[in-house]
């Protein structure tokens, strides 16, 4: 298995760089990710190593300490994390989504602020958009936020939001222009929220199937004063365009780190496979196991060609929507295949805690959920198609 995940193609330094954070994961996080996943624990002591190997900056710029990668990087890293620990990669997405956002439309005092500190690991982030009303949906969001002198006063809650407690800033996503109802994309705009604003409390931790490790809660705002230079990039309005220009980047996280727990699902059961006998031989030598095993690998496969084509055609007309959401849709739906494959293979073994094939297929469940659900993507995807077919 040792070049089968390596895709024929890529660079010498996207190779290098998988190959660290690859080791990183081996050596720091893999040994320890079930047991802290089972205690719902908060990995804050691997920050200071995440930060040293730069994960903190790769949606950020050099002039602020980052590295930017492009998103064949990108994806690469997330396949990795994802394969150690979902919680890890959700705790490296939500930070850098929060770079890549001040990195692109902030001001450069909003960047000078906040960047090189997300860099080290010493400012968290996160991205607050669904309401208890809407999710899909994202221009009926309601979260108000009123201009009072240098001041905005922000009303409404936001809930499942992923790292809310830790992110600072927290970037929320706020209607500017109540007088537009349901909120036109050009009166909605996001804002940069910092911890201990006055009005801003959180609710309690949902208690999760997966991704746990990582708190999701409610951020409720009551009169909560932000104040005017916090708003992303200063002209209000922009919200929804800025925030879908993070699309791209999140389906190719979601493709990236879907393929990672798929991946991570294989290799047990390959491993498993092996060693289990039945009637007299492994169990990968009865050939029910074989095909299997050879559909598991072909989707793994299949998937991260696909994230690395969405990938590299980003990274060279600077959107691939269509691709990026193909990606998304197909890597999502086979890990959670995948992990369930796996399972069927550790037989009863797979269904309980000793091995980590049952926190894969828990983890697995909410790709299809997140980053736009795959229902959506295939409406979206479906309507450009169509338009584009002559
Ligand atoms: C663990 C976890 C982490 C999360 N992290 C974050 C976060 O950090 N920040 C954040 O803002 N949100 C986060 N979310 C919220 C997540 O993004 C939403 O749950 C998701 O976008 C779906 O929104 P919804 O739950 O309101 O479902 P709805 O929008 O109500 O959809 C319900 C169902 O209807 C389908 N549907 C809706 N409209 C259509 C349509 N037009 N055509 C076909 N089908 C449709 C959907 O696909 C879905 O199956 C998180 C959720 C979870 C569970």
Redesign the pocket.
Known sequence: MASRHITAGLTEDHVALRNMVKDFVDQRVVPTASEREEKNEYPADLIPELAELGMFGITISDEFGGSDMDYVSYGLIFEELARGWMALA?LVY?TSSGGYLINNFGTQEQKQRFLPDIVAGKRMS?????EPS????VKKIKLTARREGENYILNGS???????RHADPLVV?VKTDPTIEPAHRGGLSLMLVEQNTPGVRYGSD?D?L??RGLE?CEVIFEDAVVPRSNLLGSEEGKGFYQMMGALDRGRIYMAGASTGIARASLEHALSYAKQRETFGKAIGEHQAIQIKLADMATKVEAARLLYINAALKTDVDGRASAESGMAKIFATEISVEVAYDAMRILGGYGYIKEFPVERYLRDAQ?MP????????L??VLAKQLLSESP
Do not use: M, P, Q, W
């Open positions: 959700s939500t996160g991205i607050a958009i669904t809407t999710g899909s949906d936001k809930i499942f939001i992923t790292h809310a996503l949902y999760k997966g991704h999701l909410l959920i997140g980053e736009g659900t795959n229902e959506i295939r409406v």
